[in-house]
């Protein structure tokens, strides 16, 4: 039977018999079960409780393969048919675990639903495959339970997370998030507006050639991008500090660096030089602004303060650009 299986690629859901959609939901279950199980392991240093919540939900999937192995060798024997999601067509894959270390906890909670929906339309659809009673009595069962999974998720999430739990939860995910990309973010927006602004009006100034600016601002802000977000991967790997992956950081910080830096290039690529200068310093007037509202958002920092830091640092290195450029 395995070698038809290979043979012919995907099998039809009609095709298979009694002990094959056994052999299959058996399959099915034991591997949801372990996804659970592995996103609970994932999630248990940082959101204990909520890896509680999937806890559970592994061992509801655990005690369904239980009930559905204690049928099948009732009716075939302790030989299961070697079946699973993937040698189905039109079965809905699950996704590779190692996909949902990118994933946030509300995302996570939607794919168990998404699961268990999933789960509800195959025990329905078998049901109807088969002529049995008994394992169309427990089908229909699994069916009806695994519709009400949604409910049992909250049940179970509502026992595990309290206000407390549910508010360190959210002040976790809100802290992951700024240590993984708006710091880095930021310093990258800052490098990329503030550092670019000299070379750029220097160039300006000196050559009067909007083409020629903007090709040295392009080359900057570039330039600039690539030497951020290689410095910030490779600065720390997040494992001692948790402040997350290195790809993750270094892509937030080399692509905020050159957007920062673009913003006053691209207005060179107005012909009118004085209408493109005058552009440029009011987009710059925009990033630093931008700055200054990021750190006040997110790193506490009182808004005048930062503003005052920002526009004093950005005002001497565009005065700087401008006189090296006139002289």
């Known amino acids: 039977m395995f070698n038809r299986l290979l043979q012919t690629g995907r099998r039809e859901f009609s095709s298979l018999d009694e002990r094959e959609i056994l052999s299959l939901a058996i399959a099915a279950e034991e591997e949801d079960g372990q996804i659970y199980a592995e996103i609970a392991t994932r999630l ?57 270390e990118t994933m946030s906890l509300e995302q996570v909670r939607q794919l168990a639903w998404e699961m268990e929906a999933g789960a509800s339309s195959f025990y329905e659809a078998a049901a109807g495959r088969t002529t049995d009673v008994a394992v169309r009595r427990l089908l229909g069962d699994l069916a009806v339970e695994e519709r009400g999974h949604a409910n049992a998720a909250d049940r179970l999430e509502a026992e595990a997370l309290g206000p407390e739990e549910r508010a360190a939860e959210k002040s976790e995910e809100h802290r992951q998030f700024v240590l993984t990309y708006v710091q880095p973010g930021l310093a990258g927006l800052m490098d990329g507006s503030v550092s670019t602004l000299a070379p750029v009006f220097a160039a300006a100034f000196a050559t009067g050639d909007t083409w020629q600016t903007f090709l040295v601002g392009l080359a900057a802000a570039v330039g600039a991008g690539i030497s951020m977000g290689f410095t910030e991967a490779a600065s720390d790997d997040g494992k001692l500090t948790g402040r997350g992956s290195p790809i993750k950081r270094g892509l937030a910080a080399g692509i905020m660096t050159t957007i920062g830096g673009l913003g006053h290039a691209l207005p060179y690529l107005i012909h009118e030089f004085w209408i493109a200068t005058s552009v440029a310093a009011a987009v710059v007037l925009v990033e630093l602004w931008a700055i200054a509202f990021i750190q006040q958002r997110f790193m506490q920092t009182p808004f005048w303060r930062a503003a005052l830091q920002v526009v004093l640092g950005g005002a001497l290195v565009f005065a700087a650009g401008i006189l090296i450029g006139s002289a």
Do not use: Q
């Open 44 to 100: 248990r240093d940082t959101f204990p409780a909520s890896a509680k919540v999937f806890e559970g939900m592994s061992a509801e999937e655990d005690g369904h393969r239980k009930r559905l192995l204690d049928l099948y060798v009732e009716r075939f024997g302790p030989r299961l048919v070697p079946i699973r999601r993937e040698h189905v067509r039109g079965f809905l894959a699950r996704k590779p675990v190692w996909l949902m």
